[in-house]
């Protein structure tokens, strides 16, 4: 069955035009609302629901609450939280349902809505297309009587409840004492909490991106463009810079060099500490098809295996959960533990190697230095019509490719999930070879999508 609303990661679109608009989560609020309701009569079905920093959230939170109060489930408001807090305080509240609204890493003008079941994981397909049904059908009939409309309250509690949870994830009696950390949370939903929790552990802390003005979130700031960071941990000369993205739960690292350190340097401190500690389950970790082939061969070398998934965290947690992993990510930064949360967290990330960096005394720059990355090579194509995946001269620059790299590289084509793009991505062991095959590819695309 096609979709019509949800995609890879929940509903996104740009914002005020379909499907992100305030029709469309009033009718998210009430056909979620009414799928998550136990058949107790007396019991009061309660929904939480965070939002990053986007003007268009005060929008989708209304309507949404609307939605939900409607089919007489209590709503609990949070305000700007990181999509992790969300999902985190789902399960802490005892809710039936969890909502974030964010486009993540997106610019201003879009923005999503994220569903979490009661445990705090992202919904199934098989519920999604239950909440699409009920969204295109008679939302009427799904209305709660006069006396079973729910009610609306803020949490004010959430944030410190959050920067708490986050604090405990370290060891017993560690903190960051004498550390000088710079923070850029992306002027977005991690803003207030995650400088908060640095400091609280005991960090000098100098926050950039943490000004919010509802257009301004990813704005030449956050994960997704570090160079303000790494300017700032030049200038002060910090210890270490921590970059989230809009939503919080991703994290990209610039070590005291002013370096750029990924989500595969991280995933393999994180896995080898956990390993040497007897803490790593299932004897490796979990991550997708875009990790660098410098961090699977790193893991064989300690005995850890990688499994690969295809992009998306959805894809990550389940074999995760399915298969006993407690570690698995993605080359962006979107790091799962676990052992901790249900999604990605960028701050949790983040304090897990500041333990190892605190403990070994190591600088940052030695700690996360686990392999040497192979050459490897991205580049988007977009286009605005058809399917150009499945034009012949693409698929013939693709076979040549692999072809080419053989038993040396990797070649990795495949569409985006959220925007009209074509990604294309190679690595191996010889540089030169990997550009040639991945520029080959790319005029292949482009002529195909030029026809």
Not at 286 to 293: E, H, I, P
């Amino acid at each position: 069955m096609s979709r019509r609303y949800f995609g890879t990661d929940g509903i996104r679109g740009l914002a005020n035009r379909p499907p992100m608009t305030s029709e469309v989560a009033l009718k998210v609020g009430m056909a979620a609302g009414k799928i998550f309701q136990k058949q107790q009569s007396n019991y009061r079905h309660r929904v939480v629901i965070g939002k990053d920093t986007r003007l268009s959230g005060y929008m989708l939170e209304a309507a949404l609450m609307s939605g939900f109060t409607a089919v007489g489930m209590d709503v609990f408001l949070l305000g700007p939280m990181p999509t992790p807090a969300v999902a985190m305080l789902t399960r802490s509240l005892r809710a039936d349902l969890g909502v974030m609204i964010s486009a993540s890493h997106n610019p201003y003008d879009d923005n999503g809505i994220k569903l979490f079941d009661p445990d705090g994981y992202k919904l199934s397909d098989e519920t999604e297309l239950e909440i699409e049904e009920l969204i295109d059908g008679n939302v009427a009939d799904l209305l709660a009587p006069a006396g079973r409309i729910g009610r609306a309250t803020r949490v004010e509690s959430a944030q410190e409840r959050y920067i708490e949870f986050a604090k405990r994830t370290l060891p017993k009696n560690l903190r960051l004492d004498g550390m000088r950390i710079v923070i850029d949370c992306a002027n977005g939903a991690g803003y207030k909490v995650a400088p908060e929790a640095l400091w609280e552990l005991g960090a000098e802390v100098i926050k950039i991106g943490v000004e919010p003005n509802g257009r301004n979130i990813n704005d030449k700031c956050g994960s997704t463009a570090p160079d303000a960071l790494i300017s700032k941990v030049r200038e002060v000369r910090a210890d270490i810079g921590i970059a989230l993205d809009g939503d919080a739960d991703r994290v990209v690292i610039v070590n005291e060099k002013g370096e750029i350190v990924d989500g595969d340097q991280l995933m393999a401190v994180i896995a080898e500490n956990w390993h040497r500690t007897g803490r790593l389950t299932a004897g490796g970790v979990v991550a997708t098809v875009m990790s660098n082939l410098g961090l699977e061969r790193y893991l064989k070398g300690i005995g850890l295996e990688m499994v690969r998934t295809p992009v998306g965290d959805r894809y990550v947690v389940d074999h995760m959960r399915k298969h006993g992993y407690n570690v698995g990510g993605e080359q962006s930064g979107h790091i799962v533990l676990s052992e901790y949360a249900t999604t990605g967290d960028g701050l949790v990330t983040a304090l897990q190697l500041l333990a190892v960096v605190v403990s070994t005394g190591v600088p940052v720059s030695e700690v996360t230095k686990r392999f040497e990355p192979l050459p490897q090579i991205l580049k988007n194509v977009r286009y605005e019509s058809g399917k150009p995946l499945e034009d012949t001269r693409v698929v013939e620059a693709i076979d040549a490719g692999k072809k080419k790299l053989g038993k040396c590289g990797r070649l990795v084509i495949r569409p985006s999930g959220t925007e009209p793009v074509i990604r294309v991505m190679a690595e191996g062991d010889d540089e030169t070879l990997v550009n040639n095959v991945v520029g080959d590819i790319v005029e292949a695309v482009r002529a195909a999508t030029a026809a």
